[in-house]
Protein backbone atom coordinates (compact mmCIF):
# COMPACT_ATOMS: atom_id res chain seq x y z
CA UNK A 1 0.00 0.00 0.00
CA UNK A 2 1.57 3.52 -0.88
CA UNK A 3 0.23 6.78 0.31
CA UNK A 4 -0.74 9.15 -2.43
CA UNK A 5 -1.03 12.64 -1.60
CA UNK A 6 -3.69 14.90 -3.88
CA UNK A 7 -2.72 18.53 -3.12
CA UNK A 8 -5.74 20.77 -3.71
CA UNK A 9 -4.49 23.94 -2.64
CA UNK A 10 -1.22 23.80 -4.76
CA UNK A 11 -2.80 23.88 -7.75
CA UNK A 12 -0.04 23.65 -11.29
CA UNK A 13 -2.39 25.66 -13.44
CA UNK A 14 -5.64 25.10 -15.90
CA UNK A 15 -5.38 22.57 -18.33
CA UNK A 16 -5.81 23.83 -21.68
CA UNK A 17 -8.39 21.52 -23.61
CA UNK A 18 -6.51 22.23 -26.63
CA UNK A 19 -3.45 19.30 -24.75
CA UNK A 20 -6.27 17.00 -25.90
CA UNK A 21 -5.47 17.25 -29.85
CA UNK A 22 -4.60 15.62 -32.67
CA UNK A 23 -3.25 15.88 -36.02
CA UNK A 24 -4.32 14.72 -39.40
CA UNK A 25 -1.74 15.06 -42.53
CA UNK A 26 -2.25 13.71 -45.87
CA UNK A 27 0.05 10.53 -45.95
CA UNK A 28 -1.07 7.43 -46.77
CA UNK A 29 -4.23 6.44 -45.46
CA UNK A 30 -5.19 8.90 -43.08
CA UNK A 31 -7.39 10.87 -45.13
CA UNK A 32 -8.15 8.87 -48.02
CA UNK A 33 -10.57 5.59 -46.98
CA UNK A 34 -9.57 6.92 -42.72
CA UNK A 35 -11.31 10.22 -42.58
CA UNK A 36 -12.38 10.44 -45.91
CA UNK A 37 -14.40 7.83 -47.85
CA UNK A 38 -16.38 9.64 -50.21
CA UNK A 39 -20.19 10.62 -50.39
CA UNK A 40 -20.49 7.88 -52.89
CA UNK A 41 -19.12 5.24 -50.84
CA UNK A 42 -20.96 2.01 -49.73
CA UNK A 43 -19.20 3.01 -46.21
CA UNK A 44 -21.92 5.02 -43.80
CA UNK A 45 -20.90 8.61 -44.38
CA UNK A 46 -21.80 12.42 -43.31
CA UNK A 47 -20.88 14.51 -46.64
CA UNK A 48 -18.05 11.72 -47.09
CA UNK A 49 -16.41 11.93 -43.69
CA UNK A 50 -16.73 8.16 -41.96
CA UNK A 51 -19.77 7.90 -40.43
CA UNK A 52 -18.17 5.93 -37.67
CA UNK A 53 -14.76 7.69 -37.40
CA UNK A 54 -16.92 11.02 -36.74
CA UNK A 55 -19.05 9.46 -34.16
CA UNK A 56 -16.14 7.80 -32.30
CA UNK A 57 -13.86 11.07 -32.43
CA UNK A 58 -16.82 13.76 -31.41
CA UNK A 59 -17.26 11.00 -28.34
CA UNK A 60 -13.70 12.05 -26.54
CA UNK A 61 -13.98 15.58 -27.09
CA UNK A 62 -11.49 16.70 -29.55
CA UNK A 63 -10.30 20.65 -28.97
CA UNK A 64 -8.28 20.91 -31.93
CA UNK A 65 -6.81 19.15 -35.46
CA UNK A 66 -3.78 20.19 -36.72
CA UNK A 67 -3.41 20.33 -41.30
CA UNK A 68 -2.87 19.36 -43.47
CA UNK A 69 0.75 18.55 -42.39
CA UNK A 70 3.63 17.18 -41.08
CA UNK A 71 5.96 17.69 -43.95
CA UNK A 72 2.87 17.77 -46.54
CA UNK A 73 2.56 21.34 -45.53
CA UNK A 74 5.51 22.48 -47.55
CA UNK A 75 4.27 21.66 -50.74
CA UNK A 76 0.58 22.33 -50.16
CA UNK A 77 -0.90 25.04 -52.28
CA UNK A 78 -4.18 26.06 -50.57
CA UNK A 79 -5.54 27.21 -53.84
CA UNK A 80 -5.90 23.50 -54.99
CA UNK A 81 -8.22 21.95 -52.38
CA UNK A 82 -11.13 24.58 -53.41
CA UNK A 83 -13.79 24.66 -56.05
CA UNK A 84 -15.58 21.87 -57.23
CA UNK A 85 -13.36 18.92 -56.26
CA UNK A 86 -14.05 17.01 -59.63
CA UNK A 87 -11.94 19.70 -61.40
CA UNK A 88 -9.25 19.85 -58.34
CA UNK A 89 -5.56 19.25 -59.84
CA UNK A 90 -3.76 15.85 -58.46
CA UNK A 91 -0.12 16.54 -57.19
CA UNK A 92 2.63 14.86 -56.28
CA UNK A 93 2.06 14.52 -52.49
CA UNK A 94 5.18 15.64 -50.62
CA UNK A 95 5.80 11.67 -49.25
CA UNK A 96 5.09 10.61 -52.96
CA UNK A 97 9.06 8.93 -53.00
CA UNK A 98 7.62 7.21 -50.06
CA UNK A 99 5.06 5.53 -51.13
CA UNK A 100 4.32 6.30 -54.94
CA UNK A 101 0.89 7.93 -54.24
CA UNK A 102 -0.17 11.14 -55.52
CA UNK A 103 -2.34 14.07 -53.57
CA UNK A 104 -6.20 13.78 -55.37
CA UNK A 105 -7.35 17.19 -53.30
CA UNK A 106 -10.54 15.79 -52.58
CA UNK A 107 -9.94 17.27 -49.07
CA UNK A 108 -8.91 20.80 -48.83
CA UNK A 109 -9.75 23.74 -46.74
CA UNK A 110 -13.65 23.55 -46.39
CA UNK A 111 -13.89 19.71 -46.05
CA UNK A 112 -11.09 20.20 -43.73
CA UNK A 113 -12.94 23.08 -41.62
CA UNK A 114 -16.56 21.01 -41.94
CA UNK A 115 -14.46 18.03 -40.48
CA UNK A 116 -13.83 19.82 -37.66
CA UNK A 117 -16.69 21.21 -36.91
CA UNK A 118 -18.58 17.58 -37.32
CA UNK A 119 -16.40 16.93 -34.47
CA UNK A 120 -15.98 19.81 -32.46
CA UNK A 121 -12.61 20.52 -32.92
CA UNK A 122 -10.84 23.92 -33.57
CA UNK A 123 -9.01 24.05 -36.88
CA UNK A 124 -5.72 24.55 -36.94
CA UNK A 125 -3.33 24.90 -40.24
CA UNK A 126 0.11 24.36 -40.59
CA UNK A 127 1.21 27.41 -43.05
CA UNK A 128 3.53 26.40 -45.78
CA UNK A 129 6.25 29.17 -45.71
CA UNK A 130 8.95 26.57 -47.23
CA UNK A 131 7.35 27.20 -51.52
CA UNK A 132 4.42 29.31 -50.85
CA UNK A 133 5.04 33.32 -50.13
CA UNK A 134 3.62 35.86 -47.55
CA UNK A 135 0.87 36.93 -50.01
CA UNK A 136 0.01 33.82 -50.41
CA UNK A 137 -0.37 32.58 -47.24
CA UNK A 138 -2.23 36.70 -46.78
CA UNK A 139 -4.48 35.12 -49.04
CA UNK A 140 -5.39 31.96 -47.29
CA UNK A 141 -6.36 33.95 -44.58
CA UNK A 142 -8.55 35.96 -45.84
CA UNK A 143 -10.56 33.35 -48.00
CA UNK A 144 -10.86 31.61 -44.38
CA UNK A 145 -11.31 34.61 -42.45
CA UNK A 146 -12.75 37.49 -44.16
CA UNK A 147 -16.43 38.54 -43.30
CA UNK A 148 -19.20 37.64 -45.85
CA UNK A 149 -18.74 39.96 -48.77
CA UNK A 150 -15.87 41.79 -47.83
CA UNK A 151 -13.11 40.91 -50.23
CA UNK A 152 -12.72 38.79 -53.05
CA UNK A 153 -11.55 35.80 -51.33
CA UNK A 154 -14.23 36.06 -49.36
CA UNK A 155 -16.91 36.03 -52.16
CA UNK A 156 -14.76 33.28 -53.94
CA UNK A 157 -15.07 31.50 -50.41
CA UNK A 158 -18.75 31.62 -50.69
CA UNK A 159 -19.27 30.69 -54.22
CA UNK A 160 -17.27 27.73 -52.90
CA UNK A 161 -20.35 27.03 -50.77
CA UNK A 162 -19.25 29.03 -47.36
CA UNK A 163 -20.75 32.33 -47.01
CA UNK A 164 -19.65 32.61 -43.13
CA UNK A 165 -16.18 32.91 -42.80
CA UNK A 166 -14.36 29.97 -41.53
CA UNK A 167 -12.79 31.53 -38.25
CA UNK A 168 -9.81 29.40 -38.40
CA UNK A 169 -7.87 31.25 -35.25
CA UNK A 170 -4.65 29.02 -35.04
CA UNK A 171 -1.80 29.11 -37.83
CA UNK A 172 1.55 27.17 -37.81
CA UNK A 173 4.22 29.46 -39.18
CA UNK A 174 6.20 26.67 -40.84
CA UNK A 175 6.80 23.09 -39.65
CA UNK A 176 9.98 21.41 -38.98
CA UNK A 177 11.86 24.01 -40.74
CA UNK A 178 15.03 22.58 -39.37
CA UNK A 179 14.11 19.61 -41.33
CA UNK A 180 11.45 19.10 -44.03
CA UNK A 181 10.14 22.67 -43.70
CA UNK A 182 12.97 24.32 -45.87
CA UNK A 183 16.05 22.82 -43.88
CA UNK A 184 17.02 26.17 -42.13
CA UNK A 185 19.51 27.70 -39.87
CA UNK A 186 17.35 28.67 -36.31
CA UNK A 187 18.56 32.45 -37.57
CA UNK A 188 17.44 31.93 -41.17
CA UNK A 189 13.80 31.05 -39.56
CA UNK A 190 13.58 33.33 -37.14
CA UNK A 191 13.65 36.43 -39.79
CA UNK A 192 11.49 34.02 -41.64
CA UNK A 193 9.15 34.01 -39.19
CA UNK A 194 9.18 37.45 -38.51
CA UNK A 195 8.23 38.06 -42.16
CA UNK A 196 5.80 35.49 -42.42
CA UNK A 197 3.90 36.04 -38.76
CA UNK A 198 3.73 40.08 -39.48
CA UNK A 199 2.12 39.81 -42.57
CA UNK A 200 -0.70 36.82 -40.93
CA UNK A 201 -1.37 39.23 -37.97
CA UNK A 202 -2.52 41.99 -40.04
CA UNK A 203 -4.23 40.03 -42.65
CA UNK A 204 -7.21 38.82 -39.86
CA UNK A 205 -8.00 40.04 -36.03
CA UNK A 206 -7.39 37.45 -33.40
CA UNK A 207 -5.24 35.17 -34.46
CA UNK A 208 -2.45 32.76 -32.96
CA UNK A 209 0.76 32.30 -34.42
CA UNK A 210 2.80 29.34 -33.39
CA UNK A 211 6.45 29.18 -34.22
CA UNK A 212 8.37 26.09 -35.31
CA UNK A 213 10.63 25.33 -32.37
CA UNK A 214 12.78 22.34 -31.87
CA UNK A 215 12.90 18.31 -32.71
CA UNK A 216 12.62 16.65 -29.68
CA UNK A 217 15.25 18.44 -26.80
CA UNK A 218 16.99 20.15 -29.88
CA UNK A 219 17.96 23.01 -27.32
CA UNK A 220 20.68 24.98 -29.82
CA UNK A 221 17.38 26.00 -32.18
CA UNK A 222 15.70 27.12 -29.52
CA UNK A 223 18.33 29.42 -28.21
CA UNK A 224 19.73 30.13 -31.67
CA UNK A 225 15.83 30.86 -32.83
CA UNK A 226 15.15 32.97 -29.32
CA UNK A 227 18.21 35.51 -29.94
CA UNK A 228 16.90 36.49 -32.62
CA UNK A 229 13.37 36.67 -32.34
CA UNK A 230 12.02 40.18 -31.57
CA UNK A 231 10.34 39.35 -28.75
CA UNK A 232 9.02 43.16 -28.82
CA UNK A 233 7.19 42.84 -31.61
CA UNK A 234 4.89 40.12 -29.70
CA UNK A 235 4.08 37.87 -32.79
CA UNK A 236 4.29 34.76 -31.08
CA UNK A 237 1.63 33.16 -29.30
CA UNK A 238 3.16 29.75 -28.89
CA UNK A 239 6.12 27.70 -29.70
CA UNK A 240 5.79 24.47 -31.47
CA UNK A 241 7.93 21.22 -29.99
CA UNK A 242 7.97 17.81 -31.80
CA UNK A 243 9.08 14.97 -30.19
CA UNK A 244 9.13 10.62 -31.16
CA UNK A 245 9.77 8.42 -28.74
CA UNK A 246 10.72 6.19 -31.42
CA UNK A 247 10.35 2.59 -31.17
CA UNK A 248 11.75 -0.34 -28.98
CA UNK A 249 11.59 -3.57 -30.87
CA UNK A 250 8.76 -4.15 -32.80
CA UNK A 251 5.31 -2.49 -32.90
CA UNK A 252 3.51 -5.91 -31.65
CA UNK A 253 6.81 -7.97 -30.81
CA UNK A 254 8.80 -6.74 -28.03
CA UNK A 255 10.74 -7.96 -24.98
CA UNK A 256 10.35 -7.08 -21.08
CA UNK A 257 13.23 -4.86 -21.65
CA UNK A 258 11.98 -3.48 -25.00
CA UNK A 259 8.44 -2.67 -23.64
CA UNK A 260 10.43 -0.77 -20.62
CA UNK A 261 12.70 1.68 -22.87
CA UNK A 262 9.61 2.47 -25.15
CA UNK A 263 7.97 3.86 -21.88
CA UNK A 264 11.59 5.10 -20.71
CA UNK A 265 12.14 7.27 -24.32
CA UNK A 266 8.03 8.37 -23.94
CA UNK A 267 8.99 10.07 -20.27
CA UNK A 268 11.82 11.98 -21.20
CA UNK A 269 8.98 14.16 -22.24
CA UNK A 270 9.14 15.38 -19.25
CA UNK A 271 12.76 16.51 -19.53
CA UNK A 272 11.68 17.88 -22.98
CA UNK A 273 9.32 20.56 -21.62
CA UNK A 274 10.88 21.45 -18.87
CA UNK A 275 14.35 22.57 -20.55
CA UNK A 276 12.97 23.99 -23.75
CA UNK A 277 10.61 25.85 -21.24
CA UNK A 278 13.68 26.97 -19.17
CA UNK A 279 15.35 28.14 -22.00
CA UNK A 280 12.20 30.00 -23.09
CA UNK A 281 12.36 31.82 -19.62
CA UNK A 282 16.01 32.69 -19.59
CA UNK A 283 14.84 34.74 -22.79
CA UNK A 284 11.57 36.33 -21.03
CA UNK A 285 9.39 34.71 -23.89
CA UNK A 286 6.96 33.00 -21.57
CA UNK A 287 4.14 35.06 -22.68
CA UNK A 288 5.05 34.57 -26.61
CA UNK A 289 6.05 31.10 -26.40
CA UNK A 290 3.97 28.72 -24.27
CA UNK A 291 4.55 25.20 -25.58
CA UNK A 292 2.65 23.55 -28.50
CA UNK A 293 3.64 20.09 -28.80
CA UNK A 294 2.05 19.51 -32.35
CA UNK A 295 3.46 15.84 -33.00
CA UNK A 296 3.93 13.47 -30.68
CA UNK A 297 3.64 9.65 -30.08
CA UNK A 298 5.75 6.47 -30.84
CA UNK A 299 6.59 5.65 -34.54
CA UNK A 300 7.02 1.83 -34.72
CA UNK A 301 8.49 0.08 -37.96
CA UNK A 302 5.87 0.35 -40.52
CA UNK A 303 3.73 -2.63 -41.70
CA UNK A 304 1.58 -3.89 -38.40
CA UNK A 305 -1.54 -2.23 -39.31
CA UNK A 306 -4.13 -3.72 -41.19
CA UNK A 307 -2.79 -2.55 -44.83
CA UNK A 308 0.51 -4.65 -43.65
CA UNK A 309 2.54 -1.57 -45.09
CA UNK A 310 0.45 0.08 -47.91
CA UNK A 311 -0.55 2.62 -45.91
CA UNK A 312 2.30 4.60 -45.04
CA UNK A 313 3.37 4.87 -41.44
CA UNK A 314 0.41 2.69 -40.52
CA UNK A 315 1.08 0.86 -37.35
CA UNK A 316 -0.97 -0.98 -35.03
CA UNK A 317 -1.42 -0.08 -31.38
CA UNK A 318 -0.69 -2.19 -28.30
CA UNK A 319 -1.78 -1.74 -24.15
CA UNK A 320 1.97 -0.38 -24.45
CA UNK A 321 1.07 2.41 -26.75
CA UNK A 322 -1.88 2.82 -24.17
CA UNK A 323 0.64 3.26 -21.21
CA UNK A 324 2.45 5.58 -23.74
CA UNK A 325 -0.50 7.85 -24.03
CA UNK A 326 -1.22 8.12 -20.42
CA UNK A 327 2.05 8.58 -19.18
CA UNK A 328 2.56 11.86 -21.66
CA UNK A 329 -1.08 13.20 -21.01
CA UNK A 330 0.03 13.07 -17.56
CA UNK A 331 3.32 15.12 -17.91
CA UNK A 332 1.12 17.64 -20.25
CA UNK A 333 -1.24 18.09 -17.06
CA UNK A 334 1.25 18.13 -14.62
CA UNK A 335 3.32 20.80 -16.75
CA UNK A 336 -0.07 22.63 -18.30
CA UNK A 337 1.47 26.00 -16.89
CA UNK A 338 4.16 25.50 -19.77
CA UNK A 339 1.86 23.95 -22.62
CA UNK A 340 -0.67 25.21 -24.24
CA UNK A 341 -1.87 22.20 -27.13
CA UNK A 342 -0.64 19.23 -28.12
CA UNK A 343 -1.41 17.40 -31.13
CA UNK A 344 -0.96 13.38 -31.11
CA UNK A 345 0.74 12.25 -34.42
CA UNK A 346 -1.51 10.61 -36.01
CA UNK A 347 -5.39 10.61 -36.22
CA UNK A 348 -5.97 7.02 -38.00
CA UNK A 349 -4.29 5.14 -39.90
CA UNK A 350 -0.58 6.11 -39.21
CA UNK A 351 1.56 6.55 -36.43
CA UNK A 352 0.33 5.92 -32.65
CA UNK A 353 -3.08 6.66 -34.08
CA UNK A 354 -6.61 6.86 -32.28
CA UNK A 355 -8.81 4.31 -35.56
CA UNK A 356 -7.89 2.12 -37.85
CA UNK A 357 -9.98 2.10 -41.15
CA UNK A 358 -10.18 -0.15 -44.17
CA UNK A 359 -12.98 -0.02 -46.17
CA UNK A 360 -15.87 -0.85 -44.18
CA UNK A 361 -13.80 -1.75 -41.55
CA UNK A 362 -13.30 0.28 -38.56
CA UNK A 363 -12.13 -0.12 -34.88
CA UNK A 364 -10.93 2.41 -32.44
CA UNK A 365 -6.95 1.44 -30.45
CA UNK A 366 -6.36 1.37 -26.83
CA UNK A 367 -5.04 4.65 -27.69
CA UNK A 368 -8.41 6.05 -28.30
CA UNK A 369 -9.26 4.45 -24.67
CA UNK A 370 -7.12 6.51 -23.03
CA UNK A 371 -8.37 9.50 -24.40
CA UNK A 372 -11.93 8.88 -23.29
CA UNK A 373 -10.77 8.30 -20.13
CA UNK A 374 -8.85 11.54 -19.65
CA UNK A 375 -11.29 13.88 -21.39
CA UNK A 376 -12.59 15.42 -17.98
CA UNK A 377 -8.95 16.96 -17.23
CA UNK A 378 -9.93 19.24 -20.22
CA UNK A 379 -10.27 22.88 -18.44
CA UNK A 380 -9.46 21.04 -15.00
CA UNK A 381 -7.35 22.97 -12.79
CA UNK A 382 -4.42 20.46 -11.94
CA UNK A 383 -3.31 19.80 -8.50
CA UNK A 384 -0.40 18.29 -7.26
CA UNK A 385 0.22 14.65 -6.47
CA UNK A 386 3.19 13.26 -4.04
CA UNK A 387 4.37 9.63 -3.16
CA UNK A 388 7.07 7.49 -2.92
CA UNK A 389 7.81 6.64 -6.09
CA UNK A 390 9.36 3.41 -6.79
CA UNK A 391 12.02 2.87 -9.89
CA UNK A 392 11.86 -0.23 -12.26
CA UNK A 393 15.55 -1.49 -13.29
CA UNK A 394 15.78 -3.03 -16.75
CA UNK A 395 18.82 -3.65 -19.40
CA UNK A 396 18.79 -1.20 -21.94
CA UNK A 397 18.16 -3.07 -25.28
CA UNK A 398 20.52 -0.73 -27.17
CA UNK A 399 23.74 -1.23 -25.29
CA UNK A 400 22.46 -3.81 -22.36
CA UNK A 401 23.32 -1.03 -19.79
CA UNK A 402 20.71 -1.16 -16.61
CA UNK A 403 18.57 1.59 -16.58
CA UNK A 404 16.03 3.14 -14.14
CA UNK A 405 12.13 4.10 -14.92
CA UNK A 406 9.62 5.35 -12.50
CA UNK A 407 7.13 2.84 -11.91
CA UNK A 408 4.00 5.06 -11.38
CA UNK A 409 2.98 7.79 -13.58
CA UNK A 410 0.14 10.32 -12.19
CA UNK A 411 -1.70 13.23 -12.61
CA UNK A 412 -4.52 14.82 -10.55
CA UNK A 413 -7.39 17.93 -11.63
CA UNK A 414 -10.69 18.66 -10.01
CA UNK A 415 -13.58 20.79 -11.80
CA UNK A 416 -16.98 20.79 -11.70
CA UNK A 417 -16.86 19.47 -8.14
CA UNK A 418 -15.22 16.36 -8.71
CA UNK A 419 -11.69 15.05 -8.76
CA UNK A 420 -10.32 13.07 -11.68
CA UNK A 421 -7.29 10.88 -11.08
CA UNK A 422 -4.97 9.22 -13.75
CA UNK A 423 -2.15 6.44 -13.13
CA UNK A 424 -0.26 4.41 -15.30
CA UNK A 425 1.82 1.32 -13.82
CA UNK A 426 4.38 1.00 -15.73
CA UNK A 427 5.52 -2.10 -13.78
CA UNK A 428 4.81 -5.75 -16.16
CA UNK A 429 4.83 -7.62 -12.89
CA UNK A 430 3.37 -5.45 -9.60
CA UNK A 431 0.27 -4.12 -9.21
CA UNK A 432 0.16 -0.86 -6.68
CA UNK A 433 -2.94 0.11 -4.48
CA UNK A 434 -2.90 3.94 -3.39
CA UNK A 435 -3.88 5.17 -0.41
CA UNK A 436 -5.68 8.83 -1.46
CA UNK A 437 -4.56 11.20 1.11
CA UNK A 438 -6.40 14.59 0.38
CA UNK A 439 -5.24 17.80 1.33
CA UNK A 440 -7.36 20.81 1.32
CA UNK A 441 -10.59 18.99 0.13
CA UNK A 442 -12.91 16.30 1.39
CA UNK A 443 -13.52 13.13 -0.99
CA UNK A 444 -17.03 11.35 -1.14
CA UNK A 445 -16.57 7.93 -0.05
CA UNK A 446 -17.11 5.99 -3.58
CA UNK A 447 -15.20 6.81 -7.27
CA UNK A 448 -15.85 5.79 -10.78
CA UNK A 449 -13.62 3.51 -11.70
CA UNK A 450 -12.16 2.41 -15.11
CA UNK A 451 -9.50 0.42 -16.07
CA UNK A 452 -7.64 -0.67 -19.13
CA UNK A 453 -5.52 -3.76 -18.79
CA UNK A 454 -4.88 -6.52 -20.75
CA UNK A 455 -2.47 -9.47 -18.95
CA UNK A 456 -0.27 -9.29 -22.13
CA UNK A 457 1.08 -5.85 -23.01
CA UNK A 458 1.11 -7.40 -26.73
CA UNK A 459 -3.08 -7.13 -26.79
CA UNK A 460 -4.62 -4.77 -29.72
CA UNK A 461 -7.21 -4.12 -31.71
CA UNK A 462 -8.38 -5.69 -34.86
CA UNK A 463 -11.04 -5.91 -36.82
CA UNK A 464 -11.86 -9.46 -36.14
CA UNK A 465 -11.34 -8.75 -32.28
CA UNK A 466 -12.25 -5.26 -31.72
CA UNK A 467 -12.31 -5.38 -27.88
CA UNK A 468 -9.07 -7.19 -27.17
CA UNK A 469 -8.02 -3.84 -25.54
CA UNK A 470 -11.06 -2.31 -24.44
CA UNK A 471 -12.17 -0.16 -20.20
CA UNK A 472 -13.84 -1.76 -17.93
CA UNK A 473 -16.11 0.20 -15.47
CA UNK A 474 -17.00 -0.30 -11.94
CA UNK A 475 -17.65 1.48 -8.75
CA UNK A 476 -15.08 1.09 -5.87
CA UNK A 477 -14.83 2.90 -2.38
CA UNK A 478 -12.33 6.21 -2.78
CA UNK A 479 -10.00 5.26 0.15
CA UNK A 480 -7.97 2.59 -1.85
CA UNK A 481 -7.42 2.34 -5.49
CA UNK A 482 -6.13 0.17 -6.97
CA UNK A 483 -4.02 -0.45 -10.18
CA UNK A 484 -2.94 -3.76 -11.89
CA UNK A 485 0.50 -4.26 -13.39
CA UNK A 486 0.30 -2.55 -16.85
CA UNK A 487 -2.20 -1.08 -16.63
CA UNK A 488 -4.01 2.68 -16.86
CA UNK A 489 -6.81 3.84 -14.07
CA UNK A 490 -9.00 6.26 -13.49
CA UNK A 491 -11.02 7.23 -10.49
CA UNK A 492 -13.17 9.98 -10.67
CA UNK A 493 -14.46 11.16 -7.06
CA UNK A 494 -17.28 13.68 -5.75
CA UNK A 495 -15.79 16.38 -3.93
CA UNK A 496 -17.65 17.11 -0.66
O1 LIG B 1 3.96 12.54 -38.73
C1 LIG B 1 4.81 12.20 -39.79
C2 LIG B 1 5.88 13.25 -40.04
O2 LIG B 1 6.69 13.37 -38.92
C3 LIG B 1 5.38 14.65 -40.27
O3 LIG B 1 5.01 14.91 -41.57
C4 LIG B 1 6.59 15.48 -39.92
O4 LIG B 1 6.23 16.75 -39.47
C5 LIG B 1 7.29 14.63 -38.87
O5 LIG B 1 8.64 14.52 -39.14
Not at 105 to 134: D, M, Q, W
Not at 348 to 372: G, Q, R, S
Amino acid sequence: MKKLYLVKPLPVGVINPLIYGHFSEHIGGVFYDGIWVGEDSSVPNIHGFRKSLVEAFKAVRPSVLRWPGGCFAETYDWRDGIGPRHSRPTRINWWYQNDGRMEPNKIGTHEFVEFCRLVGAEPYIAANITSTTPLDIRDWIDYCNSPKGSTAYAKLREANGSPEPLNVKYWGVGNECWGGGGNMEPEIYAHEYRKYAMIMRNSAPGLELFACGPNANGWHWTERFLRVFDTSSHIMNGYSVHYYCGASGGCLDFTNDQFYHLLSKASFMNHIVNQTWNLVCGFNCQNQCPLVVDEWGCWHPGGSGPTKGYNLFEQQSTMRDALVTALTLNIFNNNCEKVKMANTAQLVNNLHCLFLANKENFIVTPTYHVYDMYKEHQGATAIKTAFDQEEIIYKNPDNQREEKLAKLSVSASVKDGALLLTVANLSLTDAEDLELESVGMTLGSDADITILHNDDVHAHNTFDAPDAVTPIQTTAKADVIHVPPASVVTARIRIG
